[in-house]
């Protein structure tokens, strides 16, 4: 079974970076691995991943802001958010369609205005 440990979530002033890590165990699929955020309140959203070929799919309130990179020597999966916004904040997870595994415990990310 694949499972997900979500690092590096803190606090962050507006304008701030930040760099997730998403380390990945029972698969070395790491380009179907995309990243989602969920807001208290709202429902669970797609921010980004990478394609087969290598392009980069992400939602449009994160485009030119965030990018994801991988490193297959430590099977993890990187979110490099710049640019944040207090919309931002939220529970940040990886996962791979159609989700089968269950979700991971999530980072938290809080940005300040």
């Known amino acids: 079974q694949v499972q997900f440990v979500e690092s590096g979530g803190g606090l962050v002033q507006a304008g701030g970076s930040i760099r997730l890590s998403c380390v990945v165990f029972?698969?070395?699929?790491?380009?179907?691995v995309g990243w989602y955020r969920q807001a208290p309140g709202k429902q669970r959203e797609f921010v980004i991943r990478r394609t087969g070929g290598g392009f980069v799919i992400g939602g449009d309130s994160v485009k030119r802001r965030f990018t994801i990179s991988v490193d297959s020597a430590k099977n993890t999966v990187y979110l490099q958010a710049n640019n944040l916004e207090p919309v931002d904040s939220g529970q940040y997870y990886c996962?791979?369609?159609?989700?089968?595994?269950?979700w991971g415990r999530g980072t938290l990310v809080t940005v300040t205005s």
């Open positions: 029972g698969t070395t699929s790491l380009d179907s």
């Open positions: 996962n791979i369609k159609p989700f089968t595994s269950g």
